[in-house]
């Protein structure tokens, strides 16, 4: 049983981290570069270059673009952009994909992004490689991608393109990127090709040969053109977006629009759009692979690049299209408006025409032909913009579902605590405590990152000194713990969080257990050495608040006399002796039950006021307790029980273990001496 319950907690797996503090972003920030001032309330942050002027933005890609990968969780990695929208630096920061995460490791992922250095958002970057001697001579750059991470890397890929084209737009063309239309799927009009063509439904580019011509004329490339008639058409290209179904059923056979279907409900972030070429050019190269981005053709809107990819359908046309349609070459590609792209919005898309010079290893040249296309309005829903949230309001939304699971497990712990007679008295009620342990240690702890600091109450007091409270509504998760902690406060002291909501204070529990199945001995200390320990605990209270207000700067690195950061908060990814402080306490415990919670704990001296404060006594005890009976006190493995006694509710930590024993009438002295009484006298 019990090494089922470690193995809940041991599996838990951490939430994504928030966005980075200044504190945390300017250590990543390396010389000649200095992290500058917020400019917007998404994270995104001003670039200073060594003589303190303006030098790009610094951003972080879980913020402005939360893509889930594999894991359901975004990869988020910090983007440095100089002022031209060139990449300085793409580093990791924090990911759960499998495959990097327990299989490749994560130096391949590194290594990708370290291909983003010297590129500018205005290329079209592509994950991949080229396919063959057409292929290479596209003007897309490619990115290596990783072998067996393949999804992986194009998701972040996708998330830097997002981030990266959202602080684009806002800050350097002065678009604000809001949420992008989607088609109406109310909308309906009957449209046929004339109508299309008539209303200016349908895109398009006519390129003849002597227009081609007349583009490389004065170049190297003038005479490598093919004999073709002037008039030839080289380009004739129509384009229609497919988002719209009204657009759609007017060009597209039955099979195909079911087929359009399917793949919008699979991808309904992605708008279609049909090519129809009816000239020599082609659309792409022979050595063109389906489903990558076409190695011919590219996409802008705001001047910035747009992310190009086939959607790798074959399309039958409507039959009431005219018949050379029916024969020329068709492509339907794809561009996904979480990447910033509006379909109602004027962009263009450009067709590459290569002429190659020479003979041996020949030289290509390139000439570019654009059109310029939009969808009205009518066709799509625009969403409003929503208002900003709170900070507090934003987190709530984010993790509305742990706040969900989390009311419930403390709803849960509230009901069995009301009733702890009953609770202490199940046969099981030892397993039961281990279960509800390794819960909330699994997922108020690890996952939740719920472990409540002394930190947090050193805060609260600079905050009120300070005026400034409003850095606890940026986690609700720990506000909704601290609350509970709080009503346990006042109900029974300071037992309900020392003995059921530290994760901390659970991990040494399970090491107790251990030490027991492994027979370990077990020390407590004499009574005049246990008695001076539990000063430790309110001395290091003391020296930390006195720290906070006279050498703030310091506080944080005094505040590591608590092992929980490491321990919970980080899951011991630190430098080695911080690693050893948490692991020893953790250690110590399976001989000394609990060593850290009962001496140095500088929160466990602060729920010490709970004695005091606590509404009622909540422990029964009889005129035989202490008195003669001594077993509770005996057994009580906090010492919170005076030998007269009465019990020191400052000390206690709720375990029920003398709830247990004087409910018991086989373990109670007092009960049994009375039924032994009564037996006699029967």
């Known amino acids: 049983m019990w090494r089922m319950l470690v193995l809940l907690f041991l599996l838990a797996t951490p939430l994504a981290a928030a966005p980075l503090s200044r504190e945390g972003l300017e250590p990543l920030i390396l010389a000649p570069y200095a992290l500058g001032d917020p400019v917007n309330d998404k994270g995104v942050w001003s670039l200073r270059n060594s003589g303190g002027g303006e030098a790009g933005y610094v951003f972080e890609t879980g913020e402005l673009a939360p893509l889930p990968g594999f894991s359901g969780q975004p990869i988020n990695m910090l983007v440095l952009l100089d002022l031209e929208g060139r990449f300085i630096d793409v580093r990791l920061l924090a990911q759960n994909e499998p495959i990097f995460v327990s299989g490749l490791g994560e130096a391949p992922f590194r290594a990708f992004l370290d291909q983003y250095r010297g590129h500018a958002i205005n290329e079209p970057l592509v994950v991949g490689t080229p396919y063959g001697e057409g292929g290479a001579a596209s003007d897309n750059v490619y990115l290596d991608g990783v072998t067996k991470a393949t999804a992986s890397v194009r998701i972040a890929h996708e998330s830097i393109l997002a981030a990266t084209?959202?602080?684009?737009?806002?800050?350097?063309?002065?678009?604000?990127?809001?949420?992008?239309?989607?088609?109406?799927?109310?909308?309906?009009?009957r449209l046929g090709w004339a109508d299309l063509l008539e209303q200016g439904l349908v895109g398009r580019l006519t390129v003849s040969e002597t227009d081609l011509d007349a583009a490389f004329a004065g170049t190297k490339w003038a005479?490598?053109?093919?004999?073709?008639?002037g008039d030839t058409p080289y380009i004739d290209l129509y384009v229609i977006d497919l988002g719209p179904p009204a657009l759609a059923r007017a060009v597209l056979a039955p099979d195909t629009l079911a087929e359009i279907a399917r793949f919008s409900s699979r991808a309904p972030d992605d708008e279609l759009?049909?090519?129809?070429?009816?000239?020599?050019?082609?659309?792409?190269?022979?050595?063109?692979?389906?489903?990558?981005?076409?190695?011919?053709?590219s996409a802008q809107q705001d001047g910035l690049p747009l992310a190009l990819r086939d959607a790798d359908i074959l399309p039958s046309l409507a039959s009431d299209l005219p018949g050379d349609l029916h024969d020329a070459t068709q492509m339907v590609l794809r561009l996904d408006r979480r990447l910033g792209f509006d379909p109602t919005r004027p962009w263009d898309l450009s067709l590459q025409a290569i002429r190659l010079h020479g003979q041996f290893q020949p030289e290509p040249g390139s000439a570019y032909f654009s059109v310029t296309l939009a969808t009205p309005e009518r066709f799509f829903l625009r969403p409003e913009a929503p208002a900003p949230l709170s900070p507090f309001a934003e987190a709530l939304r984010n993790r509305a579902g742990d706040l969900v699971w989390l009311g419930l497990f403390l709803a849960l712990l509230f009901g069995l605590l009301s009733m702890q007679s009953r609770l202490a008295a199940q046969r099981h009620f030892?397993?039961?405590?281990?279960?509800?342990?390794?819960?909330?240690?699994?997922?108020?702890?690890?996952?939740?990152?719920?472990?409540?600091?002394?930190?947090?109450?050193?805060?609260?007091?600079?905050?009120?000194?300070?005026?400034?409270?409003?850095?606890?509504?940026?986690?609700?998760?720990?506000?909704?713990?601290?609350?509970?902690?709080?009503?346990?406060?006042?109900?029974?002291?300071?037992?309900?969080?020392?003995?059921?909501?530290?994760?901390?204070?659970?991990?040494?529990?399970?090491?107790?257990h251990l030490g027991r199945l492994l027979r370990l001995p077990q020390w407590e200390p004499p009574p005049t050495l246990g008695r001076a320990l539990l000063w430790t605990g309110p001395v290091a209270l003391v020296a930390l608040i006195a720290i906070a207000f006279l050498s703030p700067d310091r506080a944080e690195a005094v505040a590591e006399i608590e092992p929980f950061k490491t321990a919970i908060t980080v899951h011991f990814a630190r430098p080695l002796p911080y690693v050893l402080w948490a692991a020893g306490w953790i250690a110590v415990s399976a001989v000394w039950f609990k060593g850290f919670c009962r001496s140095l704990c500088p929160l466990g001296a602060a729920m010490r006021l709970g004695g005091m404060l606590r509404l009622r006594r909540w422990?029964?005890?009889?005129?035989?307790?202490?008195?003669?009976?001594?077993?509770?006190?005996?057994?009580?493995?906090?010492q919170a029980i005076a030998p007269k006694g009465e019990i020191r509710y400052s000390e206690c930590f709720q375990c029920l273990d003398c709830v247990k024993i004087h409910d018991d009438p086989g373990q109670c002295v007092p009960l049994v001496l009375a039924a032994k009484r009564a037996r006699r006298a029967a």
């Open 165 to 189: 084209l959202a602080v684009a737009r806002e800050k350097m063309q002065g678009v604000s990127a809001g949420p992008p239309p989607r088609p109406d799927p109310a909308h309906d009009e």
């Open 223 to 229: 005479a490598d053109g093919d004999a073709a008639p």
């Open 273 to 297: 759009f049909l090519l129809i070429e009816a000239g020599r050019h082609g659309l792409v190269s022979e050595d063109f692979v389906r489903n990558t981005a076409p190695d011919r053709l």
């Open 430 to 512: 030892t397993a039961i405590r281990l279960g509800l342990l390794a819960v909330m240690t699994g997922f108020v702890g690890f996952w939740g990152q719920g472990q409540l600091s002394v930190v947090t109450i050193l805060a609260f007091l600079r905050g009120l000194v300070g005026g400034g409270l409003e850095v606890l509504l940026y986690d609700p998760f720990g506000l909704m713990v601290w609350a509970a902690a709080g009503l346990g406060f006042l109900l029974w002291g300071r037992g309900f969080f020392c003995g059921w909501l530290c994760p901390f204070g659970a991990l040494q529990e399970f090491a107790h």
């Open 619 to 638: 422990i029964p005890r009889r005129d035989a307790c202490g008195t003669p009976c001594q077993l509770c006190r005996v057994k009580c493995r906090y």
